[in-house]
């Protein structure tokens, strides 16, 4: 197996990345997924992380991997410089280099594949079926769906224990009973997502990364806000999907959770 023939489990198994590049030049996206980093040689075993990191890094070096698998892109944009002196992106890159490990970044089009890091928010809070705030041929992102009523307090402990987080946090009316939620992976809050979410009668809006005026907005149109750290509400689905794919890898592999951000 080599990084090539990873990627083509990942996207025959989750999706394409050509499900990335469709949205993108839909929704004026733009995105950087796929083989990153191509260190060639046979694949001795592969590291899923959501992120790309020193500390991914230095695992698979300790697994003996020479292959890791993220959903944020390793290199996002345009490369002026390199400094893996005080850039832990940039010496993560160069011990790559070093040691010879390849990496693969799947990062939108896990986002809203079928069954991707989106699908499985709405899953791990609840949800089954859905109406969809963005939906391109093979994806879609944003859903709104109705849950078994609970109360915030529940509503958090859940979250609490799905998503192995103590940093979910509720804004708004404590009192309020949700049966029916808006989700957005990522950092999903945005004018598109409110007014779908408003436009739902949902009674909870769960994203990550929101700001004061986004939280302020949504409250007082009577819906609680429940803010996950950007690293819980994804590395649950990413965890899916690598239970997923598995077996179909053909290697050695491990999925590396990061609890500091979680």
Same mark, same amino acid.
Do not use: W
């Given at each position: 197996?080599?990084?090539?023939?990873?990627?083509?489990?990942?996207?025959?198994? &989750?999706?394409?990345?050509?499900?990335?590049? =469709?949205?993108?030049?839909?929704?004026?996206?733009?995105?950087?997924?796929?083989?990153?980093? =191509?260190?060639?040689?046979?694949?001795? %075993?592969?590291?899923?992380?959501?992120?790309?990191?020193?500390?991914?890094?230095?695992?698979?070096?300790?697994?003996?991997?020479?292959? @890791?698998?993220?959903?944020?892109?390793? @290199?996002?944009?345009?490369?002026? #410089?390199?400094?893996?002196?005080?850039?832990?992106?940039?010496?993560?890159?160069?011990?790559? +280099?070093?040691?010879?490990? /390849?990496?693969?970044?799947?990062?939108?089009?896990?986002?809203? !594949?079928?069954?991707?890091?989106?699908?499985?928010? +709405?899953?791990?809070?609840?949800?089954?079926?859905?109406?969809?705030?963005?939906?391109?041929? %093979?994806?879609?992102?944003?859903?709104?769906?109705?849950?078994?009523?609970?109360?915030?307090?529940?509503?958090?402990?859940?979250?609490? /224990?799905?998503? #192995?987080?103590?940093? !979910?946090?509720?804004?708004?009316?404590? =009192?309020?009973?949700?049966?029916?939620?808006?989700?957005?992976?990522?950092?999903?809050? =945005?004018?598109?997502?409110?007014?779908?979410?408003?436009?739902?009668? &949902?009674?909870?809006?769960?994203?990550?990364?929101?700001?004061?005026?986004?939280?302020?907005?949504?409250?007082?149109?009577? +819906?609680?806000? @429940?803010?996950?750290?950007?690293? /819980?509400?994804?590395?649950?689905?990413? %965890? #899916?999907?690598?239970?997923?794919?598995? #077996?179909?890898?053909?290697?050695? /592999?491990?999925?590396?959770?990061?609890?500091?951000?979680?």
């Amino acid at each position: 197996m080599k990084p090539q023939d990873i990627l083509n489990v990942l996207e025959s198994r &989750v999706a394409p990345v050509k499900l990335s590049d =469709d949205f993108c030049a839909k929704y004026k996206l733009y995105d950087n997924s796929g083989i990153i980093i =191509d260190m060639g040689g046979e694949v001795t %075993g592969c590291l899923f992380s959501l992120d790309f990191s020193k500390n991914a890094v230095a695992e698979a070096v300790k697994l003996g991997y020479n292959l @890791i698998v993220t959903h944020h892109p390793a @290199i996002y944009g345009g490369i002026s #410089r390199l400094d893996a002196v005080t850039d832990g992106k940039a010496a993560a890159i160069a011990e790559c +280099m070093k040691k010879g490990i /390849s990496v693969i970044s799947m990062h939108l089009n896990f986002d809203a !594949a079928p069954e991707g890091i989106d699908y499985y928010l +709405m899953e791990g809070l609840g949800g089954k079926s859905c109406s969809v705030l963005a939906t391109i041929e %093979g994806g879609a992102y944003g859903r709104a769906y109705e849950i078994a009523p609970v109360t915030v307090g529940q509503f958090l402990k859940h979250i609490e /224990s799905t998503f #192995r987080t103590h940093r !979910a946090v509720a804004f708004g009316n404590a =009192d309020i009973v949700i049966d029916k939620v808006a989700s957005f992976c990522g950092a999903g809050c =945005d004018g598109a997502a409110m007014s779908f979410a408003k436009a739902q009668g &949902v009674k909870a809006f769960v994203s990550s990364d929101l700001k004061h005026h986004e939280i302020a907005e949504l409250t007082e149109c009577g +819906m609680v806000v @429940i803010e996950l750290t950007h690293y /819980s509400a994804e590395a649950y689905g990413f %965890g #899916r999907i690598y239970e997923n794919v598995k #077996r179909q890898l053909r290697v050695p /592999s491990s999925m590396y959770y990061d609890e500091g951000l979680a």
